[in-house]
């Protein structure tokens, strides 16, 4: 397809367990970012990619997460030993190396639900 | 500090009508870019509308369009003639310096809390 795609659409885990959720950017688009939005809320910065490397990993709430890219196009966000705080809709967007105005394509999103 | 405020946790307009969603910021940055995103319910985020801190009049999209009011630090959506399907949460968010194009373009945004706008027919 042409848009960001995201997967599982939906996953639900117990807690103390490990989860990968998946991004397959725009073709084409060098920078790719994570963001989770928590039930009722806006959108938390997780970390930001520039081809395979990640400059910016400021919005990582703890060392039980973690995301690398290869290929400088899919994207892996894994959460280890998930805990029931990290229930929440994790969203990847992508933007392309020229752009005018910033703007950031994002996918659907993965529902996360940690019992 | 908050970056971004969205003071109006949900809105109600009737359908036709026009409505404003209000959006403040706040940065140092003299270099800046203000979005509005749709969310509706199937959890997609939908850009709307553009704002950048130098573009001398006020962006508009169709039925959006954005009130940007920068000594007031403020960046109101208005969405005239609504309709039944603009029923969604509302994102007003800023990029903080230049999108950087050549290497990636860093352009991490920062999003406000969302207003939810119903609209009644």
């Known amino acids: 397809g042409a848009g960001v795609s995201q997967s599982p659409s939906n996953k639900v885990t117990e807690k103390g367990k490990d989860v990968e959720l998946r991004c397959d950017p725009i073709?084409?688009?060098?920078?790719l970012y994570w963001y989770r939005q928590s039930l009722g809320q806006g959108l938390e910065f997780l970390i930001y990619f520039q081809g395979n490397s990640a400059p910016d990993k400021s919005g990582l709430p703890s060392d039980r997460f973690s995301a690398e890219r290869t290929g400088g196009s899919v994207s892996t966000l894994t959460i280890q030993r998930t805990q029931q705080e990290d229930s929440a809709v994790y969203l990847c967007?992508?933007?392309?190396?020229?752009?005018?105005?910033?703007?950031?394509?994002f996918g659907e999103g993965s529902r996360l639900t940690v019992l | 500090a908050q970056k971004i405020t969205q003071t109006q946790p949900g809105m109600f307009v009737q359908e036709k009508e026009a409505v404003t969603l209000d959006c403040t910021y706040d940065?140092?940055?003299?270099?800046?870019?203000l979005f509005w995103y749709k969310q509706p319910s199937s959890g997609e985020m939908i850009f709307l509308i553009y704002q950048g801190s130098y573009d001398q009049q006020n962006a508009t999209e169709g039925r959006y369009s954005l009130n940007f009011q920068k000594a007031r630090k403020s960046a109101n959506l208005v969405i005239s003639a609504s309709q039944l399907g603009d029923s969604a949460m509302y994102f007003c968010?800023?990029?903080?310096?230049?999108?950087?194009?050549?290497?990636?373009?860093?352009?991490?945004?920062?999003f406000g809390a969302g207003t939810r706008l119903a609209v009644h027919p």
């Open positions: 073709s084409g688009h060098t920078a």
């Open positions: 940065t140092s940055d003299p270099s800046y870019g």
């Open positions: 967007a992508s933007n392309p190396d020229r752009t005018n105005t910033g703007e950031l394509f």
């Open positions: 968010a800023m990029r903080e310096g230049t999108p950087l194009s050549g290497t990636g373009g860093y352009n991490k945004l920062i």
